[in-house]
Every structure is written in C-alpha cells, then in structure tokens.
C-alpha cells in the first residue's frame, strides 16, 4: 500500500512515496521512455504515435509490472494541446502505479525555472523516490545538469544526496533520468546525448558511495548497456517512433535475491513506413 504527498523543497517539485515492504520478494517493474507523441509521425491527428502508446499500455499492462517508470520526452512538442492531450489519454490507462519524468522536449529543449515550473504544473512533480520490495528507486530531473543550471542543480543534488543516504540499506539501488550520463565511456566525448564532461565524475562517484547498481536513461532512441565502476548504465529504446535505430519497445527488470535482468519487449504494431526519419 503507497502513500505519497507533493512536497516543495527548494522551490522543486518532487513526489516522494512511503511505501509498507516486508520479506523481499521477486517483482518485476517496467522502463520505458520517448513516448514522444508526434516525433517523426505522419499520420493525420498523431494517429499513429497513439496506436503505439496505447499498443505499449496494453503490453505492460498483460505483464502487470509492480510499477512503470517513464524518462522523459513524453510528448515532442509540450506546446502542442494535441499532442498532451493524446499522452494523457493513453498513459493514465497504465495500470498503476506509474511515475513519469520530464525529458528535454517537455521543456522545449531549453532550461529555466519558469519553464520547470511550467512542467510541474502539467505533471506534478519532477523528480521521485520511494522504496519497493525493499529497493530504492529514485528518478531526478536530468534538464537542470545538462544546462548546467547552477543553482537548481545544486538544489537537486543536495536532494540526490539525502535519497541515497536514506536508502543506504536498500537491496538494490535504481536511479532513473532522461539524458545518460555517459553512453559507452565516461571519456568519450560530449554531446547532445550525454552530460557534461565536468559532471560526469560528479555523478559516478556520488553514485559508487552510495551503492547505486543500476541508471536507467533514454533519449538516446537507441540502446545502450555497459557497466562501469560497478554501475549498470543503461539507455532504452523509445517507446514509439525512433530516429531509424531499430525497433521501438520497453524494458522489463526483474529483481531477484542475486541481482536483476533486464528483457527488451517491441512495441506492438510498430510500422517504419509511417516514421519519417
């Protein structure tokens, strides 16, 4: 049973749930990201980015996950009525609970409060953490970092900080964001699908003393898997239309005693002729 409450800390937005666990037992729960309603859709109406949402919903829902965490870019366009409209429709059919996070096309692709605040008047909340089965999941808004945006990062920091060290006794340690801090190499170079170069040490070492396992991203539209320095860094597939990378899907992690595996699952009805990229 969940308890959860919208708190503001430092002028940002975040839900933070109390969950009742007892014996750890094994559950399975659902990433996905870029559901990204109108990127790349041709279709009348976003016809086609809907059939693939709710095609998606339907999926998750037959698995009947514990929960469902969503990365960002949830629609392409945040100013278009249409496309949120379309979004809304389809992910309040999620079976519950389900906890989304604010991708950079939620925030027009720029970073200032007006605009996050913007988004938590939309959403609700911009970041998250609770505890599952024993587990801590955490989701932060990656926005802030990737503009560098000084004083609001700080403040999630801080806030990043205090989660991990309450969740210290935690089985498993998941962090979720929309852009990966890095893809395949904490060195390689920086660009529109990774952090900055200065905050990338930043984040693994706060990640490693804490014992964080795993950091589910997307925005990449392409999958990336790598372990570094005992962190599982993984980047997912887009829900709906991708930029030509492969078939669009969701990630499923089952958690038992002696780890967790992670099993991609393809969107249902997926048809490349009616993506334009």
């Given at each position: 049973m ?6 503001a ?21 659902v ?7 109108g ?13 693939l ?57 720029k ?31 990656s926005?802030?970092?990737k503009a ?5 990062e ?7 900080e ?9 089985r498993?340690?998941?962090l ?13 170079p ?20 804490y014992?964080v396992d ?15 320095e005992g ?29 967790f595996?992670?099993?991609f699952?393809?969107?249902p009805?997926?048809?490349?002729a009616?993506?334009?990229?």
């Amino acid at each position: 049973m969940f308890r959860f409450h919208i708190l503001a800390i430092s002028a940002i937005a975040a839900l933070t749930l109390v969950s009742c666990s007892g014996k750890f037992t094994p559950f399975t729960f659902v990433h996905c990201t870029d559901t990204q309603i109108g990127f790349g859709d041709r279709s009348e109406g976003f016809v086609h980015s809907d059939s693939l949402l709710n095609a998606a919903v339907d999926a998750i829902n037959a698995l009947k996950p514990k929960f469902t965490v969503v990365t960002g870019d949830l629609v392409d366009n945040v100013s278009d009525p249409l496309q949120n409209d379309l979004f809304q429709k389809g992910i309040t059919r999620l079976q519950d609970p389900y906890y989304l996070l604010p991708g950079n096309h939620d925030y027009s692709n720029k970073w200032t409060r007006e605009i996050r605040d913007n988004y938590v008047a939309l959403r609700g909340y911009d970041r998250f953490s609770f505890v599952q089965n024993g587990c801590a999941f955490i989701g932060i808004d990656s926005n802030c970092i990737k503009a560098a945006a000084g004083e609001a990062e700080a403040e999630q920091f801080t806030w990043l900080e205090g989660e991990l060290r309450k969740a210290r006794k935690a089985r498993y340690t998941f962090l979720f964001l929309h852009c990966p801090i890095f893809k395949k190499d904490i060195g390689e170079p920086e660009d529109y699908e990774n952090f900055p170069m200065e905050s990338r040490r930043k984040y693994i070492d706060l990640l490693k003393e804490y014992g964080v396992d795993a950091v589910l991203a997307g925005h990449t539209h392409k999958d990336y898997d790598t372990v570094f320095e005992g962190i599982r860094l993984v980047a997912a597939n887009p829900v709906c239309n991708g930029i030509g990378h492969g078939q669009p899907g969701f990630n499923t992690v089952s958690v038992n005693k002696d780890g967790f595996e992670i099993e991609f699952h393809p969107t249902p009805g997926f048809d490349p002729a009616k993506c334009r990229l």
